[in-house]
């Protein structure tokens, strides 16, 4: 491998672009300049370029997982996940995880809290946010202090059913239908009863 020309790029700091024999080119970064001495004009051996296109492709893992992370939270489940679709091995997954753990980037149970008051926020119950907290892959150890998060449920609830059941009949068919909707939404049915009847739909039955 012959580097033809090497010049820092005009669009993005701390980048540099090497221009190989071949015509393509090859973005590094500064770490992969320093480490390898690079120069315009350089031959590289064989062992030489494997590993600067190895170190390449680890520095092209982090920026990556930088980006996603400083955009959307993530656990670290899910952030092994993209690694693992971005061809990480599971050992390198593993040291770059913990490397982003160690800058503040990934943190489950800070995430843990985060998704619990957003779903909260949004006038879900707790089987909801506890199918959230799984499906993104948060360790079981952090839910209950996650779950400390939410907010009271008879709030989001009472909000619901007076909007669900303003000016309508208190039948049965329409308790039915507004309880069926707050358990899909993961609320409890003694919490969805206990909303019912302050309401007033004292009919005795839960729904």
């Known amino acids: 491998m012959v580097i033809q020309e090497l010049k820092p790029s005009k669009r993005i700091e701390g980048r540099w672009l090497a221009v190989l024999e071949d015509g393509s080119i090859l973005r590094l970064g500064e770490s992969e300049v320093i480490d390898f001495a690079l120069y315009a004009g350089k031959e590289l051996t064989d062992r030489e370029a494997e590993a600067l296109l190895d170190s390449v492709r680890r520095s092209g893992l982090k920026e990556k997982a930088l980006d996603l992370l400083t955009r959307k939270p993530q ?7 993209k690694l693992k ?3 990480a091995g599971e050992a390198e997954s593993a040291v770059l995880c913990d490397r982003m753990e160690e800058l503040g980037y990934l943190n489950d149970a800070s995430y843990a809290a985060q998704v ?21 892959g948060v360790p ?14 008879a709030e ?17 068919k329409q308790m039915q239908k507004v309880s ?3 358990a899909r939404r993961g609320y409890s049915w003694s919490d ?16």
């Open 192 to 207: 969805i009863n206990d909303a019912l009847r302050r309401y007033g739909a004292e009919t005795g039955e839960d729904y």
């Open 140 to 153: 079981r150890e952090m839910w209950d202090d996650a779950l400390e998060q939410a907010q009271d449920p």
């Open 116 to 136: 619990v008051r957003y779903y909260s926020a949004k006038g879900f119950g707790e089987k909801k946010l506890r199918d959230e907290l799984y499906r993104r």
């Open 75 to 81: 656990s670290r489940k899910e952030l092994e996940r």
């Open 85 to 87: 679709e971005w061809g």
């Open 156 to 172: 989001a609830i009472d909000a619901f059913v007076t909007k669900k059941l303003a000016g309508k009949d208190l039948d049965r």
């Open 180 to 182: 069926a909707a707050l």
